[in-house]
């Protein structure tokens, strides 16, 4: 089992920044990626930005967002810079653990508005 906790949400003014953290706890041996997705009003969950093997992010959000990892701490970090309002959403921090098992924070609302 993995727990996923994250935090850093909140309500921002459009070209603003926000700086999402997602602690990770329980079985952090059995982690093959780490990262966020996102869930807008009426939309599917989307991947945002993922580490594993390699990065992956999202078209919509390249060049703009950044993931890092802190292992030491078992942490994970989503740098959202140059926020739009369709950055709208529900974050969630995401693992796929050994098993393709795949566990979910609680979510976090980042509101991009003026």
């Known amino acids: 089992q993995v727990q996923l906790v994250e935090s850093g949400g909140g309500l921002v003014q459009p070209g603003g920044s926000l700086r999402l953290s997602c602690a990770a706890s329980?079985?952090?041996?059995?982690?093959?990626?780490i990262g966020w997705y996102r869930q807008a009003p009426g939309k599917e969950r989307e991947l945002v930005a993922t580490?594993?093997?390699?990065?992956n992010y999202a078209d919509s959000v390249k060049g703009r967002f950044t993931i890092s990892r802190d292992n030491a701490k078992n942490l994970v970090y989503l740098q959202m810079n140059s926020l739009k309002p369709e950055d709208t959403a529900v974050y969630y921090c995401?693992?796929?653990?050994?098993?393709?098992?795949?566990?979910w924070g609680q979510g976090t609302q980042v509101t991009v508005s003026s």
């Open positions: 329980g079985s952090i041996f059995s982690i093959n990626a």
């Open positions: 580490i594993g093997s390699s990065l």
């Open positions: 995401y693992v796929r653990a050994t098993g393709y098992l795949d566990y």
